[in-house]
């Protein structure tokens, strides 16, 4: 059975302290590794797709990195504008490669 | 915007009332989603259409049940439903194809059963 772990489940953060999100999957076939930010009261929105051991993907402050058996989100310098919750879910090729499993999130806090 | 719209954002009902979610994308993806988020625990994946036909059905229970009559919209009807049903309800909608496709997520329809 596919299986997406987050950790730290909540993380506060002050104003430019950089810190690493995991992501930990166990899954048959990896199609691709994704990372969503979600922000209270709304739907997720996608960050990154990774696809393969060794690649990285980056996008202002954030940095996400893949290995076979797990993800990490890099937040460099955060603001309290990056205050969310972030998910990680994975899609194998089984099923038609369309259920996507999802991590229970690691909600982030960044103060001021 | 993500191009994908739900309506309603809040919906209060009874265990008794019959009630609809509604979305509908204009991003031309072929498959729609439904997943229900509950409180401190993963989304959880309910159904899944392609081209308009139903490929997943995760176990749901029957008092949730979907409607796709195009690859542009999507309903969930609700009935008799339970109060450990209350939660957010994502529609998300992807265009399928190797690689793996991202998924586009509305806002929701946060749902109470009194």
């Known amino acids: 059975e596919d299986q997406v772990t987050q950790s730290p489940e909540a993380l506060r953060l002050q104003e430019g302290e950089s810190s690493s999100l995991n992501c930990s999957y166990t899954v048959s076939g990896l199609r691709g590794l994704f990372w969503y930010r979600q922000d209270p009261g709304k739907g997720p929105e996608f960050l990154f797709t990774l696809y393969s051991a060794g690649e990285e993907k980056e996008k202002e402050r954030l940095k996400a990195t893949l290995t076979k058996k797990e993800s990490f989100l890099h937040i460099t310098a955060p603001k309290p504008e990056d205050s969310a919750t972030y998910l990680c879910?994975?899609?194998?090729?089984?099923?038609?490669?369309?259920?996507?499993?999802f991590g229970p999130g690691t909600r982030l806090s960044v103060l001021p | 915007e993500t191009g994908v719209t739900q309506t309603p954002r809040h919906l209060v009902m009874g265990m008794t009332n019959k009630k609809s979610l509604k979305c509908e994308q204009h991003?031309?993806?072929?498959?729609m989603y439904w997943y229900k988020q509950s409180a401190k625990k993963p989304l959880e994946l309910m159904f899944v259409y392609n081209f308009k036909e139903q490929t997943e059905n995760n176990s749901v229970p029957s008092r949730f049940s979907p409607e796709c009559p195009n690859s542009s919209h999507l309903f969930l009807h609700l009935h008799t439903l339970q109060p450990e049903d209350s939660a957010l309800y994502l529609c998300a909608s992807s265009l399928d194809g190797p690689g793996g496709e991202k998924l586009f997520f509305g806002s929701g329809t946060q749902l109470s059963v009194l």
């Open positions: 991003l031309g993806h072929n498959a």
């Open positions: 879910a994975v899609q194998a090729y089984d099923n038609y490669g369309q259920n996507f499993v």
